[in-house]
């Protein structure tokens, strides 16, 4: 089962990813910017670069923390450091978002690597325990 969630996810994040460099745009403002610690967990990168926007599509206006579909993971501060540094509070931005979902919307469309690869890791490791199980049996 989770060998299938996992393959399933890395399949969502590699279309949505692909597809979100085709999503128009819309102007938006960075109204916070920062770098959070994570709690140290073994291969989990412990820097984010936590960066909230604010956007308007049509007469309504979203708000949203989502870079790209990677996560925002690092395992150097200097690197979540060096992402921060690119969206200052009160900066102007480019946001893409969904047109069939304005609440979902990303600074930096396309991507989406990270996810990919943990998400069909997960898969497959889930596909072969889960292989291995039902042949132990």
């Not at 590699?14 to 910017?33: F, L, N």
């Not at 926007?53 to 007469?59: D, E, I, L, N, T």
């Amino acid at each position: 089962f989770v060998g299938v969630v996992g393959l399933f996810g890395a399949v969502y994040f590699r279309r949505i990813s692909r597809r979100s460099q085709k999503w128009p745009t819309t102007e938006g403002v960075v109204t916070a910017s920062r770098v959070a610690e994570m709690p140290r967990i073994r291969y989990v990168p412990p820097y984010q670069a936590r960066v909230s926007y604010r956007y308007s599509v049509g007469k309504r206006r979203y708000i949203s923390t989502a870079l790209n579909f990677d996560g925002g993971g690092y395992f150097s501060r200097s690197e979540a450091q060096r992402v921060v540094d690119r969206y200052p509070v009160g900066k102007q931005v480019t946001v893409y978002y969904n047109p069939g979902d304005p609440t979902v919307a990303v600074l930096e469309p396309g991507g989406g690597g990270n996810s990919f690869a943990l998400s069909a890791g997960i898969g497959v490791l889930g596909l072969v325990m889960g292989l291995w199980v039902w042949w132990s049996f």
